[in-house]
């Protein structure tokens, strides 16, 4: 019989975490310039203050809800910004492969799959990283979790309260 991780996935959590990191490292190297730009950092911050650059900022509000939260508890919105994201990608990547763990047991299948969906949402990041993103991919996967896995149906309801939460408009 094999032995699983405490997360009841097919690949060390070592190497999620390793993968995560990774990911995080080249959405810094990519977006180093832009992250120091105050229009990066403030556009979350904007919808929040209700005085976003474009309307289309205002159909997301858990994300820079939750920036706002942490720079009220003493985080710099610079700060904020990037342990937001490193928490989102390691949290995104987890529920990946536990989906991917649940439709199969092919260790190298689940990681070669995890590589290609990071290398995705990198190579598909413009010059902005919007906190709503990260929040779109990890209900998108809690779907899916959802779907595979038929006793998680009863967080249904609770995962659609959440989603609508994301997606109201000021």
């Given at each position: 019989m094999k032995s699983k991780n405490i997360f009841n996935i097919e690949i060390p959590v070592l190497t999620v975490l390793a993968v995560s990191f990774v990911s995080v490292a080249f959405l810094e190297i990519i977006h180093r310039e832009q992250l120091y730009n105050t229009q990066l950092i403030m556009g979350s911050y904007d919808v929040i203050e209700r005085t976003p650059p474009w309307k289309v900022n205002q159909n997301r509000l858990m994300g820079?809800?939750?920036?706002?939260?942490?720079?009220?508890?003493?985080?710099?919105?610079?700060?904020?910004l990037r342990i937001f994201a490193l928490v989102f990608v390691v949290l995104n990547n987890f529920l990946f492969?536990?989906?991917?763990?649940?439709l199969s047991n092919s260790k190298y299948l689940i990681l070669n799959t995890l590589?290609?969906?990071?290398?995705?949402?990198?190579?598909?990041q413009d010059i902005w990283l919007y906190v709503w993103d990260f929040i779109d991919i990890s209900f998108f996967i809690i779907y899916a979790l959802i779907i595979f896995e038929k006793k998680y149906l009863k967080f249904l309801f609770i995962i659609n309260f959440f989603k609508l939460i994301t997606i109201m408009t000021i």
């Open positions: 820079p809800a939750i920036l706002r939260l942490m720079t009220l508890i003493g985080f710099s919105k610079w700060w904020a492969v536990k989906a991917l763990s649940l590589l290609f969906f990071n290398s995705l949402f990198i190579i598909s």
